[in-house]
């Protein structure tokens, strides 16, 4: 059985597939650990908060009863007016320590990222994403059994430094291993189905779980996951560690562009662009819906959580139908990015509108499945400029996949708290369809994405001066045309392309003629040479042998030279 495991393990192509599943559980974890807290946090802090207020208000009544406890020596600032000030800010100071519970992983994440980018580069994709998955199980534990504000806050921030070495090498694992582009798309397109299940499954996940079972037992359990998904990627990814260790002692190891070089790229700045705004519907709406729920809706907790439960199915039609269009139409992936950020736009433009909540279901289902087409038509693509403008090293390309994905997240629950507390829920809304459709038309700038040094044929075929996979297309420099084939004549130097049409073939005319004399002197060479019993020619049409040449004066003139054939 352990030969067995051990000869899977060994195959490349049995070994992408478990390098798959590996990713997809870690970052199915990963953001599980950061939606969970989405039914659980706000509730427990407005808990912790009743809790302390109450407290203040015994010491005060207390206070009132005995009377040497409030004298001009001992003081406890607290009277009717603070207490009524500070309950009218409780609800504000709540939202805002929620707001920025949210951000700090996604700060830490931004400040991170760089570094990690770089090392994953150096040292490879197995040992970070070892290292990230360690830090996530311990800033899990951490979750379950703090209770103050400031540990979730270190906690949170744990999982920021973890999740910014697990996520980058994860991607860029998937695009090491799967080189051959639809494959890649399709496999990509699986691991963000894992991100989107781990998003949407963790609300109500959290919320059933802490409704019954407390704060600790769904955050145990991530843990739990985290470290098995730890033991069997140090499993796998055995024999790349060798291969790796292989191609640094002959000098072929790849090494990897710098993250600050790839940003100048327009190409990689766009996509980054994008993906950026891509999350900000999320961003600004995972923090401050579930309030505007139970002040609007009137919802409970489980309610806030399985709103967003119904919309994994639409994020993985999304996937499936982009990852189906990309493989038909490779240069049209910049136009489903665009769908996607102009349909997340007006989807929340109707968020605020909806009165109950079955109907709240539809703009949430409908904005997961533009985030879907958005993501998956453009993480390829960046895949896609490295292999062919720089080495194919993937771990700062999706460094910076990241990074916009923390900036989002990182400034999101800030700035929507803000805009919550000035122009309301529903102008929030309002700046966030304003912001996914203006930038929808800057896309333009990937039409050209494919069109690189020379012609991008579509067709079966290998990548050509590039480091990644072919597949559907073939980007040759100075490629000829698809009608265009080369001949090449015996003892000659000169190529040149010909096309194959007979009208423009220049051996088309020299066909024998019975009688003629004016036969070309390479004529059986050529038949030899190209006829259809050549090796390796199976364009050329198959050409009669040539007759024999007329006979001379002198050999008509010998008796019998019919019955005996042409003299040598």
Known sequence: MLSYLQSLIEDPRSQRKFVLVIVCIALLLDNMLYMVIVPIIPHYLTNVTKELSDRYSQVYIYSQNVTTMVNDTVRHHINKTSMTRWGMRRSESAERQIGMLFASKAFVQLLINPISGTIIDKVGYDRPMMFGLTVICLSTVVFAFGHSYGVMMLARSLQGVGSAFADTSGLAMIADRFTEESE?????????????FGSLVAPPFGGILYDHFGKVLPFLVLSSIALIDGCLMLIVMKPVRIERRTQKATGDLPKGTPIWRLLRDPYIATCAGALAMSNVSLAFLEPTISMWMEEKLKTTNTEEGMVWLPSFFPHVLGVYSTVYLARRF??????????????????????????SFVTLMIPICLLCYGIALVDTALLPTLAFVVDHHYSSVYGSVYAIADISYSMAYAFGPVVAAGLVKSISFTGMNVVIFLTNVLYAPILLVLRNVYKYEGEFIEGEGENVGGGGGGGEGVSIQNAPKPHMRTYMLNGSDSVGAK???SKDDPYASMQPHDGGSNVPAFQTDFSNAFGPNSAGNDFAPPRPPPPPPPPTYTQAQQPGWKNQGPLD
Not at 184 to 196: P, Y
């Open 330 to 355: 490779p240069k049209y992936q910049w136009l489903m990015a665009a769908v996607g950020l102009s349909l997340e736009g007006f989807s929340c433009l109707c968020v605020p509108f909806c009165n």
């Open 499 to 501: 096309p194959l049409d």
């Open 184 to 196: 890649r798309t399709k496999a990509l397109g699986i691991a963000l189905a894992f991100i989107s």
